[in-house]
């Protein structure tokens, strides 16, 4: 199988710079992701159930990042904020999607 990874990154990380501005030169850098979760999905097969899931995802408060392997039907989700996995099943869930459930690193 081929293996499929889609990064979505938070509009204010394009917006944000190097430095860390204290200094007040400069903006201060994104968000930093709070931690990064790996959840097990079932019944992705192709480039669309990947975008689905990630587009579904992408729209939790705090997600910045999402990698989907679709060869394992693992996602992994970084977020500045800790994800309910509730909230992840229902995201899931609206893409069509089954949450096996959450993977431990």
């Known amino acids: 199988m081929t293996e499929i990874t889609v990064t979505v990154e938070s509009p204010s990380a394009e917006a944000a710079s190097s430095c860390c501005g204290s200094c007040g030169t400069g903006a201060a850098p994104a968000a930093v992701s709070a931690g990064s979760a790996v959840f097990q999905v079932q019944g992705m097969t ?14 939790l408060d705090g997600v910045t990042d999402v990698a989907v392997d679709l060869a394992t039907g693992r996602v992994t989700v970084d977020s500045t904020a800790p994800l309910t996995d509730s909230a992840v099943a ?13 993977l431990t690193a």
């Open 46 to 59: 192709c480039g669309h159930c990947v975008t689905s899931v990630t587009a579904e995802l992408k729209k």
């Open 90 to 102: 229902a995201a899931i869930d609206e893409a069509g999607y089954e949450l096996v459930g959450r």
